[in-house]
């Protein structure tokens, strides 16, 4: 069931994707980072852009991969990879 609106119908794949970044968002912001979502191509993969503290960080290559494409990859498993853009 569609927790928006009630509807009845499910989630898009694009409403999945977001809510988890949404998720995430907190974890980030508590380390003086950000994450947005910047889209998602035809072949499902998720780009994203790291700001603030996790824009220059040289963790942000282990965060992206072991924690945002991990969970991605775990709750929409149609999630292909995790890329970051500039």
Not at 64 to 85: N, T
Request: aromatic share 2%.
């Amino acid at each position: 069931m569609c927790e928006n609106c009630g509807c009845g119908g499910e989630k898009s794949f694009n409403d999945k994707v977001a809510e988890v970044i949404d998720s995430i968002r907190p974890m980030l912001q508590n380390d003086g980072g950000d994450i947005e979502l910047v889209g998602i191509d035809e072949e499902n993969n998720v780009k994203v852009r790291l700001q603030g503290a996790c824009r220059g960080c040289p963790g942000a290559a282990m965060t992206l991969k072991m924690g945002v494409e991990r969970l991605l990859k775990e709750r929409v498993p149609e999630v292909k990879e995790v890329i970051a853009v500039d």
